[in-house]
């Protein structure tokens, strides 16, 4: 069984700084990509950022430059560090693992979601 669990959305001004931080736990062997999404109303879940094990790292083209993605393998953690926001950055964000488990089976695991409003 496992878990993925967001936090660290909330509302903001434009301009300003939010930090998400997504956990995986449970049977766990070890976990490839982890990334960000999100989804705004009436529009489709996008990519916003995701980064390999290694530490490679790829964002949507809207966030670079603003937003940045790190990784805590040891802790199955990642983290998405979001500055200069603006008002079209208003979704709910979603965490998905790429994992692997101690039996060898291989899946994505999503997260509940986490509101970010960004609104003066």
């Known amino acids: 069984q496992v878990q993925v669990v967001e936090s660290g959305g909330g509302s903001v001004q434009p301009g300003g700084s939010l930090r998400l931080s997504c956990a995986a736990s449970?049977?766990?062997?070890?976990?490839?990509?982890m990334g960000w999404y999100r989804q705004a109303p009436g529009k489709q879940r996008e990519l916003v950022a995701d980064?390999?094990?290694?530490?490679?790292?790829n964002y949507a083209e809207s966030v670079k430059g603003r937003f940045t993605i790190s990784r805590d393998n040891a802790k199955n953690t990642v983290y998405l560090q979001m500055n200069s926001l603006k008002p079209e950055d208003t979704a709910v964000y979603y965490c998905?693992?790429?994992?692997?488990?101690?039996?060898?089976?291989?899946?994505?695991?999503w997260g509940q979601g986490t509101q970010v409003t960004v609104s003066s």
């Open positions: 998905n693992a790429d994992i692997i488990t101690p039996t060898g089976v291989r899946f994505g695991s």
């Open positions: 449970g049977r766990i062997l070890t976990i490839y990509e």
């Open positions: 980064i390999t094990s290694g530490g490679s790292t």
